[in-house]
């Protein structure tokens, strides 16, 4: 229950041991077929180009910026936690110029102050965050991307955390390039990066003036391996079991169904909070702005947060996350990611967490809380 | 039976399906350090840095061009199939200048050339492919190595096919980056690229100028992720379910001998060869100069050569891999790799390829190969 990898279904893990075949048997094409429309469904993406890049999610991250930027290109960047500052770390390795809005971490990207930015110059990329996983905010993907549009610049919007837990809709947003991992609210494992790009995009791309400086992301490359229309091209050799594993984990979300599992996750996210504050916790981000599958809690005063993680680990074998860079030691990170996301995460982590607040002299009422959970369980 | 993925054991598909668990927990960082161990161990690089990259081997190709060159480096690459040509492509673009020894697809690197080439101006990099996937040739990296020193330049060391199939001795090599792939000669799914790093290149690394011009695969920032001092750096989401899979596959190599596997594939490439040749076929490349584990066998004239491949796969579920680039329509690939390279499976290959060829009108005497084919299996 860390900021990710989450729990990963039997099935999923038995998906990945089938066995391995060729990259180029028919069999497999279809699989990958099967694996592009899915995706389009899951983004709600009918007209972008969707595949499953061959790493985990910061490739979806690098393969955006890479292929969107060239040496000159003004990019700006809003960031409001970890992930922001490495899209603004990447754009510079591009060879742009790269202009920030930065924010304290907790708090939702400014769309005002990022407007104010896009204004300054002509800008050919704005890349920001819909769920910061090292903070637990969300941002407003589709005003973020409107104004990405009215100063004709291409958005590029991190949902690493946030498909499949809340709602995630490209062809609403009108976004360019989004990009996922499956190893959270997905709940398959580590390892691959779902990405979609807008027609708009694949225009930018393939008129690029200099080469992408990534040969193994290049989307030139990669689309005459993944199109589909009629001979492959070989480029390189797709993670065949890591496919199986997130075929599988698809035909599991769609089973669900995807609006029952965004449910879920807000009823377990509820009941967690419910429980958090009962035990005289309280919760970094503002609720509004709060994701349901990345909670931040604060550490309270003369709570040792490493030795709680320790405890819940060792006594539990139950993983929380620490806070990082200007969060460390300020808070724990709990996720509620596609299977992880139940009663019975939330009913196990807030007796955990209550336990080892005990044993370090806080007082924390593990029945209350328990019984302020089940409230919101129902 | 292709060029690869090679198959795979059941013990390490259900390596694959065993529980997700965190990436910063205390026991999947006990499994990475006896997975760095164990690849020192099957390079024979006891003093390099050895990690396994989150992407095919293709990742480990770009991690060793962006990693060691900067704009304006000279780099000298070898072309000796579709591998060597890739990675000039990649150089080209690090920024560097790329200077290409280029020879006939189905020959071994030609070491007075690349010393000519590195004669001509201060080097940065040699880069070549020491068993070419494309094309069944194996270069001598020992002595290609040497001149890349003698020169002073980096050695780069493309040995995804090579790797556990024929012997790879980075020490006595002395060579400075190495990597390859996990789904040839390992017998792991297709996902990971394990590479070792000399203390020279390492220095070269964090010497540089201007930051890698790749974010997931910069060595600034994956060597405090797996660095393994004490508290690792977050750095991006390993691809844990793969990771068990190449642990349990590093396990059976050792299991069996790295020099028993070696003397295995030998042994059935002489079997296979010898079966070919009494089928009336006959080999792309010099005897001297074969990779036992990549088995290119020329196309005779009047037969259709896609029409065999698909004759096979569609009648005994067995594929061989298609000619590339210069050879394409002109051979056949047929891979004895890790868990492929058995004398069940030179056997069956050679039913089912004469079939075929019988299909075709070409007389191909099933008898004959098999017979010859045991004569060197004993």
């Known amino acids: 229950m860390g900021p990710g990898p989450s729990d990963v279904s039997p099935r999923v893990l038995s998906a990945l041991a089938r066995p391995t075949i060729g990259h180029l048997d028919p069999q497999f094409q279809a699989l990958m077929e099967e694996i592009k429309a899915a995706l389009q469904r899951l983004f709600n993406a009918p007209d972008h180009a969707c595949v499953p890049l061959p790493a985990p999610g910061t490739a979806g991250m690098e393969a955006a910026i890479m292929n969107l930027l060239e040496p000159g290109d003004r990019c700006v960047v809003a960031i409001n936690g970890a992930f922001g500052g490495r899209m603004a770390d990447m754009a510079g390795r ?76 490209v062809a609403a947003w009108d976004a360019d390039v989004v990009y996922s991992g499956t190893q959270k609210c997905l709940s398959a494992p580590p390892g691959l990066s779902p990405i979609a790009l807008s027609k708009r995009a694949q225009a930018a791309i393939s008129g ?47 089973e669900e169904g995807q609006q029952a599992a965004i449910v879920r996750h807000a009823r377990t996210h509820e009941a967690l909070v419910a429980g958090i504050e009962a035990a005289g916790l309280s919760m970094l981000v503002a609720e509004k702005d709060r994701l349901p599958q990345l909670n931040t809690v604060r550490v309270p005063d003369g709570v040792d947060e490493a030795a709680v ?70």
Chains 1, 2 share one sequence.
Request: proline residues 2%; charged residues 20%.
């Open 94 to 169: 591009a060879g742009a110029t790269v202009v920030t809005v930065d924010h304290d971490w907790g708090l939702p990207v400014d769309v005002a102050r990022v407007e104010a930015a896009l204004s300054g110059a002509p800008t050919k990329v704005l890349a920001f965050v819909h769920a910061e996983t090292s903070t637990g905010a969300r941002s407003d993907a589709a005003s973020l991307c409107a104004v990405a549009r009215k100063h004709g610049a291409l958005s590029v919007v991190d949902c690493v955390t946030s498909l499949g837990g809340i709602v995630v809709d």
């Open 208 to 254: 690029r003036k200099e080469k992408v400086r990534n040969w193994l992301l290049d989307f030139n490359l990669l689309m005459s391996y993944w199109g589909g229309e009629g001979g492959r091209t070989y480029h390189h050799t797709a993670p065949i079991n890591a496919l199986y594993g997130l075929h599988e984990a698809l035909v599991a979300i769609f």
């Open 309 to 378: 993680r320790t405890h819940v680990l060792k006594h539990w074998d139950l993983e929380i996350g620490a806070g990082l860079g200007p969060l460390k030691g300020q808070v724990w990170r709990i996720g509620l990611m596609g299977a992880s996301a139940t009663a019975w995460h939330v009913r196990l982590c807030l007796t955990a967490l209550c336990e080892a607040l005990n044993a370090q002299g806080f007082k924390a009422d593990a029945q209350a809380a328990l019984a302020a959970a089940d409230g919101k369980l129902g």
